[in-house]
């Protein structure tokens, strides 16, 4: 068993696999940890994968939907199901969720494409880090994906514009889509693309948060972890690091070895880096950090650790719209609006559609409902004021929506949304959030961040954060694409350091 490696990487989301297929793609040696398993898609069988497991569809929702369960009452999460999909974290005044497969958040996300809503998102934190300097990343992002916004000619069911409330309801535009459509709307066929890799165009029905059977929805498994396997990249799904430890005197050049937990085998195994990238996700990378810090005492210095953390303003709610529509068909999220004379112009509002329902065994009468319901969703970027800590050994994130005045502006736009249609909407006390960034943020030194441009920790060399957890700010829009943005800063700085063997 290989225990050795010159780049270690931590997760395989839209930070770790990007990272992964740039330095793969380099020759480097290079091998990823993920927690959670390969997931069964027709692209992933096409590949020949063996071991697959079933994304939460139809009955497998009951016994694949939660992996893990935690809260900041709680020393220990509680793992249900270790090749679960869904790990739900209550915190001091924000709950969050995220996900558990090789490819991360790519199987939950609704396949938008964003840039900040801040045109000059980047500049400002670091003299080397600009926007400029940033958009060519955005630009290769989008073309790998074969993203593209949609058209009328489309034909998407419950498109925004057509289901608006005679007016009510502005469309704020289409970001670009990473979804394979079908070339014949409304007839989605089979295909084998360039890469022998077989994929179904989207059937406009099942293609949400629950993940994409079908191939549909553009995943990192596929698209950039598989092509950088065959460049050399060693992926150890169901391998969740635990903590990090610096080496003071190796051997090798060895800087770093991470414990993890073989979900396999059930037992505690290492392995020992050169350089580290954490890319375990906005929640699991500062956690680890932190009790790589505080509780194993593997890690020193990081004095900002935990600070900025950010919820991206999220809200959910359930909203009761008792529609005369089949709401469950259409792209997971229609795209976004506002009401046409709204005031709150930083909040972006979208209608997410409650799909697959035919699958899952359920009350006949229950599912008739909720085919007639949506899950709305609001955000508009928050001030980043959360701090995540170890507390009595308990991992706690403490966040205080008074301190973020973007939830007035979205419960106005809400308020105003529900008396307008004469429609509810339900939500919890807390908001929820999908999309956890900060807590290892971009800085100049010490003491305004933890990473510098080139996402290495300032006092821990060759440790290196490429997600969400180093994101300076809340973008405000769906993070996705600019969380592949900054590793590829990361990893492209990383490559070049290597081969100039500074």
Known sequence: MKNKVEVLIIGSGFGGATAAKRIAAAGRDVMMLERGPWRDTVPNRSLGL?????????????????RSLGSHRMKRRVTLN?????EAYSGDGINVICSSS?????????????????????????????????????????????ARPLTPEDHEPNRTEDNNYQGLLTCLG?????????AIPGKPAKITDKNGIERWECDMENNSFLGSPSGAKTTLDFTFIWPAVQQGLVVKDLCEALAITRL???????????????????????????????????LNTTRLLLRSRDVTKGLKGMPR??????????????????????????????????????????????????QGLQYVPAPALLKRWLRKQSVIIAFGGDNSTGVASIERGKFVIKYSVKDNDIYADIDDELKNIKSRTKTKIYAPRNPVTVHPMGGACLGT??????????????????????????????????????????????????????THGS
């Open 305 to 354: 650790l935990g600070r900025e953390f950010s919820g991206n303003g999220d809200f959910f709610g359930v909203w009761k719209e008792n529609s005369d529509r089949d709401l469950s068909r259409g792209m997971p999220i229609a795209a976004p609006f506002r009401l046409h004379d709204s005031t709150n112009s930083r909040v972006i509002v979208l209608r997410a559609h409650i």
């Open 50 to 66: 063996k071991n697959l497991v079933p994304l939460p569809q139809g009955k497998k929702a009951y016994t694949h939907g939660i």
């Open 248 to 282: 003071e005197e190796a051997p090798d050049a060895m800087r770093y070895e991470v414990r993890y937990k073989n979900h396999h085998t059930g037992a505690t195994e290492a392995v020992q880096a050169q350089h580290v990238i954490v890319a375990a996700g906005g």
């Open 102 to 146: 090789v490819g991360g958040g790519s199987h939950v996300y609704a396949g938008f494409l964003e840039r900040p809503l801040f045109p000059d998102y980047w500049d400002n934190h670091h003299p080397a880090i600009s926007q400029a300097g940033m958009e060519p990343y955005y630009q290769e992002i989008i073309e790998a994906f074969a």
């Open 445 to 498: 030194s010490i003491l305004d961040g933890v990473v510098g441009d080139n996402g290495e920790v300032f006092d821990n060399p060759g440790l290196y954060v490429a997600d969400s957890a180093a994101l300076p700010m809340s973008p405000g829009g769906a993070p996705s694409l600019t969380i592949a943005a900054w590793s590829c800063n990361v990893a492209d700085k990383l490559i070049a350091k290597l």
């Open 82 to 86: 270790k090749k679960g999909f869904i």
């Open 174 to 182: 289409h970001p670009a889509i990473g979804m394979l459509l079908p």
